[in-house]
């Protein structure tokens, strides 16, 4: 299986981005593993939040192959302990899934289209993060799961 995070907007903080880095280098050593950007969308001032979140759509969309399993992070999603997650992401792997994919969305959620496409929503917590940080929690997160399912010592019980 193949794990893709799309993210809305670059990250501009040195010091996230070099945490986001080293768990992207860590997590590859498990499985493959994308982040992928997607521009910011120009003259955000000019639009309304639905028009913001269309756009964000149609971009992420553009994105995706038939075959991928979209996963958003949605503060409705469900929420999950680290165990549990890496429960998940066995079974993903065992339901013969070629690649995952988790969203970021922009700051105002996703679009409808997004949400019909979408195989599931995760929540990491009911507290908001920038969109930035979440990035590096996901990825904490997934290097994290794949840990525990090779019983490494990286989490403590």
Excluded: W
């Amino acid at each position: 299986m193949n794990i893709r995070l799309l993210a809305i907007g670059k990250t501009d903080n040195k010091s996230l981005q070099t945490l986001i880095d080293d768990y992207t280098k860590r997590l590859s050593f498990y499985i493959k593993f994308d982040l992928e950007v997607i521009p910011d969308i120009k003259n955000v001032k000019n639009l309304s939040e639905a028009q913001q979140k269309e756009k964000e759509g149609e971009l992420i969309l553009a994105k995706l192959s038939p075959t991928d399993q979209l996963i958003l992070l949605d503060e409705n999603g469900s929420t999950f302990s680290s165990v549990a997650f890496s429960d998940y992401l066995q079974k993903k792997m065992n339901a013969g899934i070629k690649t995952l994919v988790f969203v970021i969305g922009g700051p105002y959620g996703f679009s409808d289209e997004v949400y019909k496409k979408a195989q599931g929503k995760i929540s990491l917590s009911a507290m908001t993060f920038s969109h930035q940080m979440v990035r590096l929690f996901v990825i904490e997160q997934l290097y994290r799961g794949f840990t525990i399912l090779k019983n490494e010592p990286y989490h403590h019980q």
